[in-house]
């Protein structure tokens, strides 16, 4: 599986990691939030780094659905549910604070955008309130949203709202711009080098897998931290969803919008224009990282789907995404507890991280050069409210009943053998005594790993769509060979001989 925007030739000559040179702030991650938050900080003046572990907008940025609106499906009604308005406001603000800066960049750098009208819409009663719901308060938090007669979908809905003026673009042309940018103001991105550990001190120490550099100041881009200090893995939830790229026949009409279903399982659709032909991109389908017996079986749903709307629908890429949603459904980002003032990260934009991740650099970087926005201030002040703590609560009991059950499971499993070998694109968890071991074939090579994530020793499973070991308990992903691809581990899969 690839994306439809990682899909394309090399143009990014990576810098040289100097383990002598001298930073004032190191930023980990390549994705916007990451590239941003470096942009802001070195057009300040600041002498800036970015370590990206695999390659530019290999992590999440590089496999969304990229819509840029303040329509965001039902999640203003979901944070209203738990926060009182002024909250919901300064959540409002943040986000088009982070959604006009990133429009100004684009429009300043030439990059290609489309505007277009974004909806919510509902095909069930249940759906149709939650609908109405977002309609009263995103109408509160002074956004222009209104009723939807005609949504331009090809099937029935019971309700519909739209925000019209909204965007939609490549995410590889944002980072491309961003990165270019970024290093025209003296910055280094630096590809292929992951940052295994920061330790504390006055100038944090980012210990990597290529040496070890010091800063005065570090900055998490990760897509969930890659430190467990302060606990965020214990407060996200680490969610796969689905897209996949479709030409659609003459005679198919496309919608021209950008859709969100209200209820589960998740529909989304936009288009992207291509030279062969406007394409038809829908998504969906999620689930708990690693919890799927057969992910592949979610995407066939997703394209049975696309194929019954849209008859004559063909996939010219399919792929999947990773995100983390906040127990309290409010994005964390600011220093990092226990980090000395020093460390700052950013994480849990619940799946719209195009104008989270500007608004989150937008606050890291004011906080790093001693400014101070006041939509930032108001969120984190807030107190976690019972319904948050609550879901914190019960996320965590199922993360531990989750890894009981999966080393249970181990115990009963058979024995690897000298001739133990899965089918080509499968894998099992099979036992070396008492030592769970992953084993796959891929590509006609047999892998075995260790079972146990390195972060916290959940037994990993089997991803057939994406051929990786995925951990159930925080998200953290590996490829079969064992190489880790996703946080929160730090560490690969160890081999076993």
Not at 172 to 188: K, P, T
Not at 351 to 357: A, E, L, Q, R
Not at 387 to 405: H, I, Q, R
Not at 484 to 489: A, E, F, N, R
Request: glycine fraction near 10%.
């Amino acid at each position: 599986m690839l994306s439809l925007w990682l899909d394309r030739p090399r143009t990014l000559t990576s810098d040289t990691f100097d383990l002598n040179a001298e930073y004032d702030t190191v930023v980990v991650g390549a994705g916007i939030t990451g590239l941003a938050t470096a942009l802001l900080l070195a057009r300040a003046g600041m002498k800036v780094a970015v370590l990206e572990a695999r390659t530019l907008g290999a992590g999440t940025t590089g496999n969304t659905t990229a819509k840029l609106t303040m329509l965001q499906g039902t999640i203003l009604s979901g944070l209203r549910r738990q926060y009182s308005q002024k909250i919901v406001n300064a959540y409002v603000e943040a986000n088009r604070e982070g959604q006009a800066w990133l429009l100004r960049h684009l429009e300043e750098r030439a990059v290609p955008f489309q505007r277009r009208d974004a909806y919510t819409f509902a095909m069930t009663a249940g759906g149709e309130e939650q609908v109405k719901a977002e309609l009263a308060v995103s109408r509160a938090a002074g956004l222009d949203v209104e009723e939807a007669s005609d949504s331009g979908l090809p099937f029935s809905t019971r309700r519909a709202i739209r925000l019209a003026g909204q965007a939609q673009f490549n995410p590889m042309d944002v980072l491309d711009s961003l990165s270019a940018d970024f290093r025209a103001h003296g910055g280094a991105l630096i590809e292929g080098v992951r940052v295994r550990d920061v330790t504390g001190g006055n100038r944090p120490a980012v210990v990597t897998g290529a040496g070890t550099i010091r800063a005065d100041r570090v900055v998490l881009a990760t897509g969930i931290p890659i430190l467990d200090r302060g606990l965020y893995f214990a407060k996200l939830k680490a969610s796969q969803s689905y897209v996949a790229a479709l030409k659609i026949p003459a005679s198919t009409s496309i919608p021209s919008g950008m859709y969100l279903s209200a209820e589960s399982p998740g529909r989304s659709l936009r288009t992207y224009p291509t030279e062969q032909g406007e394409l038809l991109l829908v998504g969906g389908n999620g689930h708990q990282v690693g919890r799927e017996a057969s992910p592949q079986a979610r995407l066939n749903e997703l394209l049975n789907w696309a194929r019954h709307h849209f008859p004559g629908a063909e996939p010219t890429h399919t792929w999947s995404g990773e995100d983390y949603q906040a127990t309290n459904l409010m994005p964390f980002f600011g220093k990092m507890p226990r980090g000395g003032g020093k460390i700052f990260f950013a994480t849990g934009y619940n799946k719209w991280g195009m104008s989270n991740s500007i608004a989150a650099a937008l606050a890291i970087s004011a906080g790093i050069l001693g400014g101070q926005l006041r939509w930032a201030e108001t969120i984190h002040r807030r107190i976690t409210s019972p319904a948050g703590a609550a879901a914190a609560v019960a996320l965590n009991a199922d993360v531990a009943k989750t890894l009981a059950e999966n080393w249970a499971k181990v115990t009963a499993a058979k024995p690897v053998t000298g001739d133990t070998v899965p089918g080509e694109g499968t894998g099992t968890v099979l036992r070396q005594g008492r030592k769970p071991v992953a084993v796959s074939t891929v590509d006609g090579t047999t892998c075995r790993v260790s079972a146990v994530c390195t972060h916290l020793g959940g037994i990993v499973s089997w991803n057939d769509a994406e051929r990786t070991w995925d951990c159930p308990l925080h998200g953290s992903r590996f490829a079969a060979t064992g190489e880790v691809l996703q946080g929160p581990s730090t560490q690969n899969l160890p081999h076993v001989e």
